[in-house]
């Protein structure tokens, strides 16, 4: 089909717990060297202001309040953006969200934007894709490809009787007078392994820059052995398959060109909102819970492992880093429900992060003079 974290939180709970205690009720006190293997997002700081940067008592920028959240993703008509799956882009509010980003200044520009991975990275795809499509005018025009899928069982309450209800591969590109404000003429989207996407991409290191999350939620968390013990992650394991997973990503992506997403979080019942049944199969999903838990952030701060192990390898490599954790671990009412605990609508939260990553891909370009057209 065609178409033309940073964050100011500090918790005392931060002083208490490190991202490999062992999982026991009672707390430990925290020496200094357990400082040195927490993620950006887990240590204490000055306030740092961006789009997904809240006071602790306050909803991520670009959200309403959770009492804004009128329940159900099963509204009668989808957002505007075609660009959106149904299943995303149903969810309903009582007050208007923000308006989409402007678009990052004037500068030099990459031949492609390559976002790979999992569904999440898929969804940060969609924003960006309907970021771009905000701004659409004479002097910026999209043409968008997706290899559309419907009928899907799990997603047909979702859906009902919508097309464009759901897509793993998609491209964008852009055509405009004004091309330098977008900071790349096409993305794609590849929900596979990143072996296999970068080989059906064909991949081109001189002109083509990659972002890519963490493979825990549905990779790691559960393909892992003893992941979870007593309905409980365990860090020690969670932290093996975070650097495995980092590690693989840095041999296969040149550091200059890659940019890397923090693992989001989850608002499942269980501790720390993890998933623990296993693959999430498509025909499990409309058989849970409707509703998602809501967390206190300390217990979500001290059950999230993922990236206080992932990170330092990423950051040694000079890589820089998407922020989404702490601004995901607040939304827990911005999901889309209906028993998925891990999606969230859109739009919505996903928006300061399509904006960051705009911002990214231009200063990436711009500082290591990937080949493409310059301003």
């Not at 200094?32 to 202001?49: I, M, W």
């Not at 969810?91 to 976002?115: D, E, M």
């Not at 047909?156 to 007078?177: E, G, I, M, P």
Request: positive net charge; charged residues 20%; glycine residues 6%.
């Amino acid at each position: 089909m065609r178409m033309m974290e940073a964050d100011n939180y500090t918790d005392p709970s931060q002083r208490s717990d490190g991202p490999f205690a062992p999982q026991k009720r009672r707390l430990r006190t925290r020496t200094p060297s357990d400082a040195e293997g927490l993620g950006e997002h887990q240590r204490p700081r000055r306030p740092v202001s961006n789009r997904t940067t809240t006071q602790s008592n306050r909803a991520p920028l670009g959200l309403p309040e959770g009492t804004a959240r009128i329940f159900g993703v099963h509204g009668t008509e989808q957002h505007a953006c075609p660009y959106y799956r149904a299943w995303e882009s149903r969810c309903h509010w009582s007050v208007p969200l923000s308006p989409a980003a402007p678009l990052p200044r004037r500068g030099p520009r990459v031949g492609r934007l390559l976002i790979l991975g999992d569904s999440l990275d898929a969804q940060l795809f969609a924003a960006v894709a309907c970021n771009l499509y905000a701004h659409r005018g004479p002097d910026l025009q999209l043409e968008f490809e997706a290899t559309w899928e419907n009928g899907i069982a799990a997603l047909k309450k979702r859906c009902d009787s919508l097309n464009r209800c759901h897509y793993t591969s998609a491209t964008l590109r852009v055509h405009s007078a004004n091309q330098a404000r977008v900071p790349f003429r096409t993305m794609h989207l590849c929900q596979d392994s990143r072996v296999e996407c970068l080989r059906k991409l064909n991949f081109d290191p001189a002109t083509d820059v990659v972002a890519t999350g963490l493979d825990a939620l549905h990779g790691a968390a559960h393909g892992a052995r003893g992941m979870f013990v007593r309905r409980v992650m365990n860090a020690t394991v969670a932290a093996i398959e975070a650097r495995k997973d980092a590690r693989r990503v840095l041999d296969l992506v040149p550091n200059q060109r890659l940019i890397w997403r923090e693992a989001t979080a989850q608002h499942f019942p269980a501790l720390g909102g993890h998933w623990l049944h296993g693959f999430m199969l498509r025909t499990n999903i409309e058989q849970l819970d409707q509703r998602c838990a809501h967390h206190p952030l300390a217990e979500m701060i001290r059950h999230a492992h993922w990236n206080p192990a992932a990170e330092p390898l990423v950051r040694a490599a000079g890589v820089p880093v998407l922020r989404t954790w702490m601004a995901s671990a607040k939304a827990w009412y911005a999901h889309t429900d209906h028993g998925d605990c891990t999606h969230f609508c859109q739009p919505g939260l996903l928006d300061g992060w399509a904006a960051q990553l705009l911002e990214m891909v231009s200063a990436l370009v711009a500082q290591h003079r990937i080949e493409g057209e310059y301003a």
